[in-house]
């Protein structure tokens, strides 16, 4: 049949099948799907939810490029006293959550208080996905 990016992303949010998982102190901690073009000439897209549970996440549209610069709210912060350096190590923690892992954590948690807004906020989403499906298909024809 006819697979699409949409049907792998379907797929990756399933949690009947088991493959989106979100109970028992265990999360899906992140969800990737790839298109590939066969013409060499055309770049490969890359779509990342760089965020947890891939069922109330966004995939987000990436194509990497010579001098790509990395975006900061995907970027874990680094630390002066970072207690994976220092001996004896891991003697302390820090919050190495990016920006962008924090912000969709406060979003699962509005979409869990209040029903309502969460759907709101999970059809933007879902719409800003959307777009960055659209133009990932006028990029490739």
């Known amino acids: ?54 069922s109330r996440s966004v995939f987000k549209p990436f194509v ?29 923690t820090v919050d190495r959550r990016h920006e962008l892992y924090r912000r969709h954590q406060a979003a699962l948690e509005l979409m869990e208080r209040d029903q309502e807004r969460g759907q709101k906020l999970l059809q933007t989403l879902r719409d800003l996905e959307k777009q960055g499906l659209e133009g990932m298909n006028a990029l490739l024809a």
């Open 64 to 92: 990497f490029v010579a001098g790509l610069k990395p975006a900061p709210q995907v970027r874990s912060p680094t630390f002066r006293d970072d207690p994976a350096k220092k001996i004896p190590r891991f003697q302390s």
């Open 1 to 54: 049949g006819h697979i699409t990016a949409e049907t792998f992303m379907a797929i990756l949010r399933d949690k009947a099948s088991g493959i989106c998982v979100d109970s028992e102190g265990f999360r899906t901690a992140g969800s990737m799907v790839s298109v590939l073009p066969r013409d060499p000439t055309l770049p490969c897209v890359h779509f990342f939810t760089a965020t947890p549970d891939p």
